[in-house]
């Protein structure tokens, strides 16, 4: 079963940037789309950006401008810079494979967000 972890979350003020990184166990990593999400307190899960194994990305509306995916295949890891941030990207960052449109594998712990002044 893969493995996800994510880390690099933490507390910034509103306008502040941060940069979360995932890295993912397996050796399909290469040829898989990524995704991240958040989920807010009392929240779904929401989607916000992905990546294709060619480096084709989306990002949701709220995001868009202001969030950046990318990925390193040496290393397994898919990364989501923010900047400009606002109060309601308060939330936990969550990475995930990608197969059928869906998140495939098992959630990670995933990593705190919190923007506060």
């Known amino acids: 079963q893969v493995q996800l972890v994510e880390s690099g979350g933490g507390l910034v003020q509103p306008g502040g940037s941060l940069r979360v990184s995932c890295s993912a166990s397996?050796?399909?990593?290469?040829?898989?789309?990524m995704a991240w999400y958040r989920q807010a307190p009392g929240e779904q899960r929401d989607w916000v950006a992905t990546?294709?194994?060619?480096?084709?990305?989306y990002y949701a509306d709220g995001v868009k401008d202001r969030f950046t995916i990318s990925r390193n295949n040496a290393k397994n890891t898919v990364d989501l810079q923010m900047n400009n941030l606002r109060p309601e990207d308060t939330a936990v960052y969550y990475c995930?494979?990608?197969?059928?449109?869906?998140?495939?594998?098992?959630w990670g712990q995933g990593t705190q967000v919190t923007v506060t002044s």
């Open positions: 397996t050796n399909m990593f290469r040829i898989t789309t």
């Open positions: 990546i294709s194994y060619d480096d084709i990305t």
């Open positions: 995930n494979g990608i197969a059928s449109g869906k998140p495939n594998w098992n």
